[in-house]
Structure formats: C-alpha cells, structure tokens
C-alpha cells in the first residue's frame, strides 16, 4: 500500500486529501468523508476506514473536509459540496496516476459526513457546487455508502450541523430547513446508496437513515437499508460488534450494481416475484 498526501487547489487550506492505493490496475476508488458533526472529522471514521477499503482492493482518499474548528467560514453549502465536487474531479481528471477505473468512483460518509455525501449525491449537478469543472457529468458518484448518516440536521438539536451549513445560529427558516435535509431532496440523479444504522444508536435516531432509504426508494433509486440491532454511534469499523460486516456488506452491493444492474431495477424485481407467483 502506497501512502500520498495531495495538494488540491482549494482556497482554504486547511482540506487535506490523502491517497492509500494497493497494488493494481484500474482500481475501483473510493472518497472517504469523516463525521465530527462539521466540528471535526473524526479519526476513527478517516485513516482506518480508507485503509480498510484499501485492503479491499480500492483506491481510498480521505478527504478531511472544512469544519468549523480548521475554516468555519468555508465550513458551509454550497461550499462543502464543492469541496468533495473538486476533489471527484480530481481523481477523474489524475485516473492514470492512480491507476483507477474513474467510472467507479464512490462516496463513503459516516455521520455528519454521510450528511455531506448524501447532500453531494442529490446536488452535485448543480451550478453552484460544479461550476466551472469540466466535463460536469462525470462529477456524479457511482454510488453512496452511508454510515449511521445524519441526514437530517434540523432533527438533532445537539448538533451544530445546521448553524455550520449556513454560517448562522438558529432559527432557521422552514427554506433552510428543507434544503438541509437529505431525504427531502432525493431525485433521479441520486446515485446508488447502501445505508448502515444501529437501533439504540443515541445520538443520530435510526429514523434517519429509514426516511432516507424511504426517500430512495420513491424516487427508483437502487438502494439497500442494514439495521442493527445493538451498537450506538461512531464506532467506525463497528470491531468487535454485529455493524462490523459493513463493509463487506458494501462490497457485495456494489459488485450486485456492476455484475446485475438488472437487479435494481424494479420492473426486474416485480417481474420475478409474478414469475414465483406463477410457477
């Protein structure tokens, strides 16, 4: 495993973006986002996830976004947004020199950055967060894999989530309020998403992640929801712990979406239940 630390030209400088690449060719990638809240992205979420990912055979780049401890005044949206915009478009635009295939490129975000990812995975079309990156179609995911994800801010009056995304404490409009949240903006452009959650987890309801999921599948997107039945909140790799297997269970959703895209589809699905039903 071949460890890099890359420059990205971004005004604030406090994003970093760190590589881990295995051995191989036209390796699938994978863009790491840490929770943290917006505050700070957490360790446990960055370095041991990509290097999990990366024993897994996949191109991992940790991307420690802005927070409102390293930049609070970029740490907001759309801003964020461009950030993991620039940073796609950096790995499609170097595929040669990482030598990965650029068309499977995925979002992994826990938490807070599950929030960021699912936000990128319904807007990244928009001009305010691909303005002026070439070739603005390849900035959209292959797929979204998203850990106990907080996509829903306003619901978590804990959380300085919500006075981060606009760089302003509370109230909030019912506007911002709509904007910030993930499962109210799903369209047909959201790609792929697979989600993980545990059920006592206290400090991000597990509704979350079901709205989401539900939102999903309204709008037709392939999508899968993994509940468990213990576990609380930022435990990353989840060692040691039934959430451990998510990420194998990641694997297997995303090798199902390249070998049997078909699968997803649901006329495929209502298709095959009428045929059982039949025989």
């Known amino acids: 495993m071949l460890t890099r630390k890359l420059r990205l030209p971004y005004a604030d400088r406090a994003v970093r973006l760190t ?25 446990e979420e960055g ?22 401890s390293t930049s609070p005044e970029a740490a907001t949206f759309p801003g964020l947004l461009r950030e993991v915009a620039l940073t796609v478009a950096h790995i499609r635009r170097r595929a040669w020199e990482f030598d990965v ?12 950055g599950a929030h960021l990812a699912a936000s990128y995975g319904n807007r990244w079309m928009e001009p305010g967060v691909g303005e002026g990156i070439a070739d603005a179609e390849r900035l959209r995911p292959e797929a979204l894999i998203l850990l106990y994800p907080a996509v829903e801010p306003d619901a978590l009056p804990e ?3 919500m006075e981060a995304i606009y760089g302003h404490k509370a109230p909030y409009s019912t506007a911002e309020r709509v904007n910030a949240s993930a499962p109210l903006n799903v369209s047909s ?39 468990f039945g213990s576990g609380e909140h930022a435990y990353g790799l989840g060692l040691g712990t039934p959430a451990s297997i998510w990420p194998e269970l990641s694997f297997r959703f995303l090798r199902e979406l390249r070998r049997h895209p078909e699968r997803f589809d649901p006329e495929y699905a209502k298709a ?8």
């Open 272 to 279: 095959q239940r009428e045929a059982r039903h039949n025989g």
């Open 189 to 227: 452009q959201t790609p792929p998403t697979i989600l993980f959650h545990s059920a006592p987890d206290p400090s991000v309801p597990m509704d979350q992640a079901m709205h989401q999921f539900l939102a999903l599948q309204r709008h037709g997107i392939p999508s899968e929801v993994h509940i």
């Open 159 to 161: 959380s300085r989530m």
């Open 19 to 43: 590589a881990l690449l295995p051995d191989g060719l036209r390796k699938p990638a994978v863009v790491v986002l840490p929770g943290g809240g917006y505050e700070s992205c957490a360790p």
């Open 47 to 68: 370095l041991p996830i990509a290097k999990r990912f990366c024993d897994a055979g996949y191109a991992a780049f940790l991307l420690e976004y802005s927070t409102l």
């Open 101 to 112: 295939d650029a068309g499977h490129l995925v979002l992994f975000g826990a938490s807070a």
